[in-house]
């Protein structure tokens, strides 16, 4: 099956500065890239969609100038979390869609962030 | 907007039951539905999607249906065992994005 991996998948940092998670499509070619948080005992919620060599579209109320994505090539897509502070600790996940249209997304493993 | 809804928020059974779990969503125009697992701490397992045009799908223990005219969908778990403690999410496509209900928060108890 399609693989998805996250890296890293857990990261700890202090107050102010900046994190990179990265989400990679292993064994195909992901068209379109998600990435979801999730705060304890919730479900996931809908950052932003990433399309490959296009702008990310975020979701109402999320801050794209503080979640910077990057979809550079058809298997990375990266979440960089600037100026951290410790309300943006959560767990990310991201999924990447196989193909065209409306295809299962598959799902990577999540990157526990905690900001100190 | 889709809105996703689970019922029970959580759910204690003994070993051995068989359980549903249940589903629901208000905007019937879906592309699919599809049922995770989640363990604490840790990401989904894709457990079953469903396709709107079908009406059920099953993998071992597990069945889950779609009734797409009414917005519901249930998984059934039969012979529950304690490694089906996890929380159980479901979730909606209609066509650019995921929408995920609350989940249900499973305990089988040996």
């Known amino acids: 099956g399609a693989v998805v991996s996250q890296h890293p998948s857990w990261v700890i940092c202090k107050s102010g500065t900046s994190v990179k998670i990265e989400c990679r499509s292993l064994?195909?070619?992901?068209?379109?890239m998600f990435w979801y948080r999730q705060f304890p005992k919730q479900s996931l919620m809908l950052m932003a969609t990433s399309n490959e060599g296009s702008k990310a579209t975020y979701e109402q109320g999320v801050e794209k100038d503080k979640f910077l994505i990057n979809h550079a090539s058809l298997t990375l897509s990266t979440l960089t979390v600037t100026s951290a502070h410790p309300e943006d600790s959560s767990f990310y996940i991201c999924?990447?869609?196989?193909?065209?249209?409306?295809?299962?997304?598959?799902f990577g493993p999540g990157t526990r962030l905690t900001v100190l | 907007k889709q809105e996703v809804t689970q019922i029970p928020a959580a759910l204690s059974v003994p070993e051995g039951e068989n359980l549903v779990l249940n589903c629901s969503f208000t905007?019937?125009?879906?592309?699919?539905l599809q049922w995770f697992r989640q363990d604490p701490g840790k990401g989904l397992t894709s457990l079953l999607l469903?396709?709107?045009?079908?009406r059920e799908q099953t993998s071992g223990r597990l069945n889950a249906s779609l009734d797409k005219s009414s917005g519901r969908s249930t998984l059934y778990i039969a012979a529950s065992q304690p490694g089906d403690s996890a929380t159980y999410l479901c979730?909606?496509?209609?066509?650019?994005?995921?929408?995920f209900g609350g989940g249900t928060r499973l305990m089988v108890k040996p």
């Open positions: 469903i396709q709107s045009s079908q």
């Open positions: 905007d019937s125009a879906i592309y699919n």
């Open positions: 999924s990447a869609r196989v193909g065209e249209g409306y295809n299962e997304q598959f």
């Open positions: 979730a909606v496509d209609a066509g650019n994005m995921l929408t």
């Open positions: 064994d195909f070619q992901a068209t379109t």
